[in-house]
Structure formats: structure tokens, C-alpha cells
Antibody, heavy 119, light 113 residues
Framework: QVQLQESGPGLVKPSQTLSLTCTVS??????????WTWIRQPAGKGLEWIGR???????SYNPSLRSRVTISIDTSTNQFSLKLNSVTAADTAVYYC???????????WGQGSLVTVSS | DIVMTQSPDSLAVSLGERATINCKSS????????????LAWYQQKAGQPPKLLIY???TRESGVPDRFNGSGSGTDFTLTISSLQAEDVAVYYC?????????FGQGTKLEIK
């Protein structure tokens, strides 16, 4: 079955850019009508939807982050990516990639990648 | 944005007893054209990503035990675990997918009394 795995630096300095990649395995990122999504969760807190991309490259972002975020997709490598610029300590969180499908579900999810913003 | 508010923030229930978690949305998530509530419930165990339990407010995801039930419509929803098992210890989130940005409740931490 399809599996997702996040990768990227675990430590980012303030004001720099956070970059994460989600690798999709067990199936093609091009198959089906899905949205490939990023969600984050600060330690001990709730879940925040960051945004999504479809296989045409069309994106939708959370307005609270829109000025700083870019989500892109590379169907040739079966990956999609997140870039968040001008980070601060408030961006420290576990970042999950997930597939949105069927109009109803985030499934599957990656295991999550902890990103700490600190000098 | 649609704000999702859960109550209580934490809950301790004895094994075999009923657990009830409430979720209220700041505006309706009932889409009148198809009469569906765009509301899901997720379970998150420690150190794991969330897992879908319920969608369309009351439809159980395949493989989810039938002790998990969702109800409600419009702006008020409930997740009920009819007979709490030890493996149900987790944080539970409601989530609306009526409109983007999709939003989650703040979570309800469920523990064993």
C-alpha cells in the first residue's frame, strides 16, 4: 500500500527557510484524484493544515501561512515538498505529510518530522 | 476560517464505561445540496500520526471497532466510545472539511480512570 516518508533538516535557524520533502512509495503520486498535503503539530498542541498540491501543481494554502509557504510536486520522483521561509520559534513542530482522498480522509500519513527553529 | 471547539479538553473514564467527546463548529458544516456533514474524527496515539475513525460525521472508517460512534449535524457533533478499552487511550480530534483551510479542534485527551 502507499506509504509516505518525510525527510529534511531537523534544525533550522531563525529567519531561514524550512525545507521538507515527502517521498511516496508503494504507488504512483500520479494515480487517482488526490491532494498531497502538509500538516504540522507543535509539541503538545493541535493540528494545523498548512496546504496542499495536486498532480497538476495547483496549490491551496492556509491564509495564516500563505505569504511564507510554497508546496510543490515532482511526479518524476514521486515526491512533493514544503518550503516555509522566514521561520521563527513558533514554526517549531512535527511536520506531517499526508494524502487527502475520497473527499473525506487524510490517509495515509507520514510518521512525522520534527523541525526545531533555533540558533 | 471555521473554528472547531472541542469539550472537554481532557477526560478520564473507567474501563468498560462510556466516553463522550463534543465538537462545535463556528459555522455549519452541513452541505445542503447533499445533506452531508463535512466532519471527521481522528484518533492520535502517543508518537503516532492521527488515524481516521469517522467521516461524514457518522460513517465509521473500515476496520474501526463498532464501539466508536459519531453523531450530530450542522454545528454540533459528538464522538462516543461505548465501552472504553485500554487501547483507546489517545487524543481525539474533530476536523471539518467543508471549506479550506481545513481545521481541527484543539483535541481531547482521553485517559483511563
Amino acid at each position: 500500500q502507499v506509504q509516505l516518508q518525510e525527510s529534511g533538516p531537523g534544525l533550522v535557524k531563525p529567519s531561514q527557510t524550512l525545507s521538507l520533502t515527502c517521498t511516496v512509495s508503494g504507488g504512483s503520486i500520479n494515480t487517482g484524484s488526490y491532494y498531497w498535503t502538509w500538516i504540522r503539530q507543535p509539541a503538545g498542541k493541535g493540528l494545523e493544515w498548512i496546504g496542499r498540491v495536486d498532480t497538476s501543481g495547483a496549490t491551496s494554502y492556509n491564509p495564516s501561512l500563505r505569504s511564507r509557504v510554497t508546496i510543490s510536486i515532482d511526479t518524476s520522483t514521486n515526491q512533493f515538498s514544503l518550503k516555509l521561509n522566514s521561520v521563527t520559534a513558533a514554526d517549531t513542530a512535527v511536520y506531517y505529510c499526508a494524502r487527502w482522498g475520497g473527499g473525506v480522509r487524510f490517509d495515509p500519513w507520514g510518521q512525522g518530522s520534527l523541525v526545531t527553529v533555533s540558533s | 476560517d471555521i473554528v472547531m471547539t472541542q469539550s472537554p479538553d481532557s477526560l478520564a473514564v473507567s474501563l468498560g464505561e462510556r466516553a463522550t467527546i463534543n465538537c462545535k463548529s463556528s459555522q455549519t458544516v452541513l452541505y445542503s445540496s447533499n445533506n452531508k456533514n463535512y466532519l471527521a474524527w481522528y484518533q492520535q496515539k502517543a508518537g503516532q500520526p492521527p488515524k481516521l475513525l469517522i467521516y461524514w460525521a457518522s460513517t465509521r472508517e473500515s476496520g474501526v471497532p463498532d464501539r466508536f460512534n459519531g453523531s450530530g449535524s450542522g454545528t454540533d457533533f459528538t464522538l462516543t466510545i461505548s465501552s472504553l478499552q485500554a487501547e483507546d487511550v489517545a487524543v481525539y480530534y474533530c476536523q471539518q472539511y467543508y471549506s479550506t483551510p481545513y481545521t481541527f479542534g484543539q483535541g481531547t485527551k482521553l485517559e483511563i480512570k
